[in-house]
């Protein structure tokens, strides 16, 4: 499945921002779907991610409270939304999807088969 990341930006810490993932050439059902992030300097790391067909989640301890992932059918679309973003948020953002995912494997970069481009978020202190 091909993806199309969207809605970074520059936000101010305390702040919100809503990314979205969509799908193209595919539909997502029978699909995980997960948000990855990467800091200059540091390793590409978990942040989200949502099954399409029963809707379990997963999140980062870094993120749990503060991010919510959910996903919309008509639009095909997976959307994270990050409230109360910090300095320390500031990363590019990767969606990511792959097919047959166990629970226990949503949080593994290696699990992810199809990856989409990243968007900048950058949080001012």
């Known amino acids: 499945v091909q993806l199309q990341a969207s809605g970074g930006g520059l936000v101010q810490a305390g702040g919100s921002l809503r990314l979205s993932c969509a799908a193209s050439?595919?539909?997502?059902?029978?699909?995980?779907v997960g948000w990855f992030r990467q800091a200059p300097g540091k390793e590409r790391e978990f942040v989200a991610a949502i099954r399409w067909n029963d809707r379990a989640t997963a999140y980062a301890e870094a993120v749990k409270g503060r991010f919510t992932i959910s996903r919309d059918n008509l639009q095909n679309t997976v959307y994270p939304q990050m409230n109360s973003l910090k300095p320390e948020d500031t990363a590019v953002y990767y969606c990511a999807a792959s097919q047959g995912v166990i629970i226990n494997s949503m949080k593994n970069l290696a699990t992810y088969r199809d990856w989409g481009q990243g968007t900048l978020v950058t949080v001012s202190s």
């Open positions: 050439g595919r539909t997502f059902r029978s699909y995980t």
